[in-house]
Structures are given as structure tokens and as C-alpha cells.
């Protein structure tokens, strides 16, 4: 079945500690996206990639840091969680400038 | 860069009565405007976007937006609300890359 997958569905860690969100996505769109949402903020973006091999900042990168080795994953690593980074994560792909496709999220609960 | 707002946080209205969720925006250029909905603990679904052409914009579900250059607006629209539209709806405009607006949570009373 196309469409985008995420990896976990929900994840409590400690403040400190390392983790990767995972996406995948095989409707072979060149374009991927990660936001985060949080309650009266909406969705922001977090990290995009417009195509294998190449990654740009969006609103809020800092914190985050992504990789795109291929058309198909686009993981989100925390290097070192702190508290404000609990949130809905929600990876997205599309053609650049078109409409874009959600997984269905990461809800992750820094303490 | 580019902005969306939603002015109203929640809008309520009763089925089988007209719905409108307000959104206006501000970009540089030819706006890209979308409207996606968000139905509990799942991930966005878009419902209909405006890139060019007719301003009146007709999507999923019996949704349609209308697009007003003038009023920098993009309201989304339905001529019958069902109890089934209750969901939080975010418009959003593309510019250098997507922007979204803060939601609108829609409640349709039987």
C-alpha cells in the first residue's frame, strides 16, 4: 500500500539521550519534510530535503538534524533531547511546491 | 516569508447548516494556498489547493474554498456540514517552503 510510514508511534525518552524518527515513503516523491506540532502553534517545519542527497532548514532546525541518502527515508535525529522537544512529529513528501502527503506521526515525550 | 492566519481557534455550527473556516495569507509572489484536515491522532489529509485559475476552489468531502486576492483570503466552505466534518482544519501557503496556519477546530452538533 503507497504511502508514508513512521517509526515509533510514540516514545517516551530522557532528556539527554539520542534518537532517530524514522520515515519512509514509497510514493517516490523527490521532496520530504519534517514538522512538529504543537497545541495553538500549528505545523512547523522542521527539516525538508527537495531531493536525494541535498537537506535544507526550516523554521525551527535547531536541535534536529536530518540525512537523505535516498529517495525513500528521511530520518530526524534529537542529538540530545531536552523537554521542549516533546511533540507530535510528522513527516510529509511531495513534489517540491505541490501538495504534500503525512505520515501518520511520532508523538515524543521528552522528561 | 511567506504566513497564514486563522483567526478563529474553534468554529461551531449545527449539521445540515453552512460552514466557513477563515484563513488569510501573506506571501511575496503567486500564492500556493492549500487546505489540509486532521482528524484525531492521525496525520493531515489534504482536502484542495489553489495554485491558479477559477477562484472557487472545489476539493473532498463537498469542500470548496474560495480564493480573493483582494482580501489576501482563501476561506474553506461547505454548503451542508455533517457531524462526520468535526476535525481541526490548517490552511497553509507555499512560498520558499510551507507554512502553516495554527488550526481551526470545527465542531458540528447533531
Known amino acids: 500500500i503507497a504511502g508514508i510510514t513512521q517509526a515509533p508511534t510514540s516514545q517516551i525518552l530522557a532528556a539527554g539521550r539520542r534518537m532517530t524518527l524514522r520515515c519512509t515513503q514509497d510514493?517516490?516523491?523527490?521532496?520530504m519534510y519534517w514538522y512538529r506540532q504543537d497545541l495553538g502553534l500549528g505545523l512547523r517545519l522542521i527539516h525538508y530535503?527537495?531531493?536525494?542527497?541535498?537537506?535544507g532548514k526550516g523554521e525551527v532546525p535547531d536541535g534536529y538534524s536530518v540525512s537523505r541518502a535516498n529517495t525513500d527515508d528521511f530520518p530526524l535525529t534529537l542529538a540530545s533531547a531536552v523537554p521542549s522537544q516533546t511533540s507530535v512529529y510528522f513527516c510529509a513528501s511531495g513534489s517540491p511546491g505541490t501538495t504534500q502527503y503525512f505520515g501518520p506521526g511520532t508523538r515524543l515525550t521528552v522528561l | 516569508a511567506q504566513s497564514v492566519a486563522q483567526p478563529e481557534d474553534q468554529v461551531n455550527v449545527a449539521e445540515g447548516n453552512p460552514l466557513t473556516v477563515k484563513c488569510t495569507y501573506s506571501v511575496s509572489g503567486n500564492p500556493y494556498l492549500f487546505w489540509y484536515v486532521q482528524y484525531p491522532n492521525r496525520g493531515l489529509q489534504f482536502l484542495l489547493k489553489?495554485?491558479?485559475?477559477?477562484?472557487l476552489v472545489k476539493g473532498s468531502y463537498g469542500f470548496e474554498a474560495e480564493f480573493n486576492k483582494s482580501q489576501t483570503s482563501f476561506h474553506l466552505k461547505k454548503p451542508s456540514a455533517l457531524v462526520s466534518d468535526s476535525a481541526l482544519y490548517f490552511c497553509a501557503v507555499r512560498g520558499n517552503d510551507m507554512r502553516f496556519g495554527a488550526g481551526t477546530r470545527l465542531t458540528v452538533k447533531p
Open positions: 510514493m517516490r516523491h523527490n521532496a
Open positions: 530535503s527537495n531531493t536525494a542527497g541535498t537537506t
Open positions: 489553489y495554485i491558479t485559475g477559477d477562484n
